[in-house]
């Protein structure tokens, strides 16, 4: 499995970025898809995700600022960031919880995707 990661970028404060995050290879099923994100000298946190049923969460410090959503045809989720502020500087990855076929059996494994820079100037 592979996570395909696009969008990131150079924005001004106030403004906005779309990333998008392309699943593909050989999956039974999609738990859940996300995004996480490291700053400089910071540790790798949540920034949302969306699980199989569609119940999503945020950081509380993206709340009311970015929307997650997903393309189920299209094993895709996107991060539609608005109102970007200088903190939400940072290295954005996509992140993937998926049944995948082993020889044993279906097997939930985790994936993690490139990252994307994302830098938002004052």
């Known amino acids: 499995v592979q996570l395909q990661a696009s969008g990131g970028g150079l924005v001004q404060a106030g403004g906005s970025l779309r990333l998008s995050c392309a699943a593909s290879?050989?999956?039974?099923?999609?738990?859940?898809m996300g995004w996480y994100r490291q700053a400089p000298g910071k540790e790798r946190e949540l920034v949302a995700a969306?699980?199989?049923?569609?119940?999503?969460n945020y950081a509380d410090s993206v709340k009311g600022r970015f929307t997650i959503s997903r393309d189920i045809a299209k094993d895709t989720v996107n991060l539609q960031m608005n109102s970007l502020i200088p903190e939400d500087t940072a290295v954005y990855y996509c992140n993937g919880d998926f049944d995948v076929p082993t020889p044993l059996g279906p097997s939930d494994m985790h994936y993690w995707g490139k990252g994307t820079q994302v830098t938002v100037s004052s």
């Open positions: 969306i699980t199989r049923s569609g119940t999503t």
């Open positions: 290879g050989s999956v039974f099923s999609i738990n859940a």
